[in-house]
């Protein structure tokens, strides 16, 4: 089977999408795998196959066939330069937006992600198939794996033996405590934290933070609202479109 047609078979399978992460998962399904950089085939195939129109780019590394409907999507709103606001108004589900966004931004910047939130979507795409982390590595004692396996969304680095660099927990509507304590558990790992919420709730999540048991680490805490993280995302699509539209 030609790569264009295998790329076609599995979005098709797939409501229409597929991530770069997703295709790599399925490829194996339909065609023997050469031993050379075939995802690195893959991708030329489906970069060249975008530029003649029977694929389009609707997220940072996720694909679709041509006739595939996303215009409300936060992609679509940054591709036509509409505002952040406009995107976030017509938001019902911020958390699974907030997540989605981070996973894809954490593959943009070339991370491996993961999320616990498996049956979540954003944006019509499955945060799951988003991942390129499926499983938690087994980079520390099993209860403190099972603790982080937890978390929202995590990016771990490229390294053979991936540890995680960042962690991040959404938070609508508590006052944080839950979400710190799981970080808690990796203050001896090199790993930074992050508290994503709506910007009003920022005194709460300060006032937290001046509590034990965080009051001593409070520096290894950040806190990052909706508002910031989905310009990262549209400053990213921005930078993403420009790539790639000079690399075909």
């Known amino acids: 089977m030609k790569w264009n047609d295998l790329i076609h078979i599995i979005m098709e399978e797939n409501d229409g999408i597929a991530s770069l992460n997703y295709l790599y998962s399925k490829a194996h399904e339909f065609r023997e795998l050469p031993s050379s950089d075939w995802k690195k085939t893959l991708r030329g195939v489906l ?24 215009q409300f999507s936060a992609y679509s709103h940054a591709v036509q330069n509409k505002s952040i606001d406009q995107y976030l108004d017509k938001l019902t589900d911020f ?16 991370f491996k992600t993961y999320t616990s939130d498996i049956n979540k979507k954003f944006d019509g795409k499955k945060l799951s198939e988003l991942c390129e982390i499926k ?57 930074k934290f992050y ?14 933070v001046k509590r034990e048991p965080f009051v001593s680490v409070k520096e290894k805490f950040q806190f990052k609202g909706y508002e910031e993280v989905t310009k990262l995302y549209f400053s990213s699509v921005e930078h993403y479109e420009l790539k790639t539209n000079f690399l075909l």
């Open 47 to 70: 970069y060249r196959e975008v530029k003649r129109g029977r694929f389009k780019k609707i997220g940072l590394g996720v694909y679709a066939i041509q006739n595939y409907k996303d």
């Open 95 to 110: 958390h699974s937006a907030i997540e989605g966004m981070l996973i894809e931004i954490g593959n943009f910047f070339e």
């Open 135 to 191: 499983e938690i590595p087994y980079f520390t004692y099993h209860e403190l794996k099972e603790i982080i396996s937890k978390c929202d969304v995590i990016w771990f680095n490229k390294n053979k033996m991936p540890f995680p660099k960042f962690i991040f927990e959404v938070e609508s509507t508590t006052d944080f405590t839950n979400s710190m304590l799981k970080m808690y558990q990796m203050l001896d790992f090199n790993t």
């Open 195 to 208: 508290l994503v919420a709506p910007d009003k709730r920022k005194n709460t999540f300060f006032n937290r």
